[in-house]
């Protein structure tokens, strides 16, 4: 058990570029989150999977915003057009329950 | 109203004091719920999680839910100053987690 990995750990883009971030979950975990993390508040929930079904998406997730689960396993969350307010921490969580959710170590997007 | 609330301190207290760190919540629905520790700049780390309303213990914290009051508490005894972090109640309904803002804590060798 190696823990949730996360990749890239930093990411600086100008605005208007498009970002792609992965996420590789705890080998037996079926579940998989998607965070967003900004200074002084609390990880927001933006989307989950169940295997390799997107099962719900925040409202806060925009149409620029959009998550894969092929296969169950990795995931990755693409931001189009990036805006100056994308700029964040980007965590991903897996789980086997639900609530008991494990962490990555998150990357930090900063758009410029 | 938020869903959790959170006092995001920060929090500073002298080595070896007892810490208490607290959330309120409105939401009845809340099933679980969970403290996380973060440290600058790291994804948090499930410290605890409990079901029913009482105590949990384990080491130096101890983690109490009042459903009634709708108010849960972080206890940590004999703080340590590799204790200071950030720490993020949470609550889970549905499989999803609502988090609180957290609250920084420093503990002052």
């Known amino acids: 058990d190696t823990g949730v990995s996360q990749n890239p750990r930093h990411k600086i883009t100008k605005r208007g570029q498009n970002v792609t971030f992965r996420c590789d979950p705890i080998?037996?975990?079926?579940?998989l989150y998607w965070y967003r993390q900004t200074l002084g508040q609390g990880p927001e929930f933006l989307t989950y999977?169940?295997?390799?079904?997107?099962?719900?998406k925040s409202r806060l997730l925009s149409d620029r915003f959009s998550a894969e689960r092929p296969k169950g396993s990795f995931s990755t969350l693409e931001i189009q057009r990036t805006e100056q307010g994308d700029s964040a921490m980007y965590l991903c969580?897996?789980?086997?329950?639900?609530?008991?959710?494990?962490f990555g170590p998150g990357t930090r997007l900063t758009v410029t | 109203q938020k869903e959790v609330e959170q006092d995001p301190g920060p929090l500073s207290v002298p080595e070896g004091a007892i810490v208490s760190l607290n959330c309120t919540y409105s939401?009845?629905?809340?099933?679980?719920f969970m403290w996380y520790r973060q440290y600058s700049r790291k994804g948090p780390e499930l410290l605890m999680y409990?079901?029913?309303?009482g105590n949990k213990e384990d080491g130096r914290f101890t983690a109490q839910v009042d459903k009634s009051s709708k108010y849960i508490s972080l206890f940590i005894r004999d703080s340590q100053p590799s204790d200071s972090a950030t720490y993020l109640c949470?609550?889970?309904?549905?499989?999803?987690?609502?988090f609180g803002k957290g609250t920084r804590l420093h503990i002052l060798p």
């Open positions: 999977f169940q295997n390799e079904a997107q099962l719900e």
């Open positions: 409990t079901y029913s309303s």
């Open positions: 080998s037996e975990h079926n579940r």
């Open positions: 949470a609550m889970s309904v549905d499989d999803k987690i609502i």
């Open positions: 969580a897996s789980s086997r329950s639900g609530f008991e959710q494990y």
């Open positions: 939401n009845s629905a809340f099933q679980y």
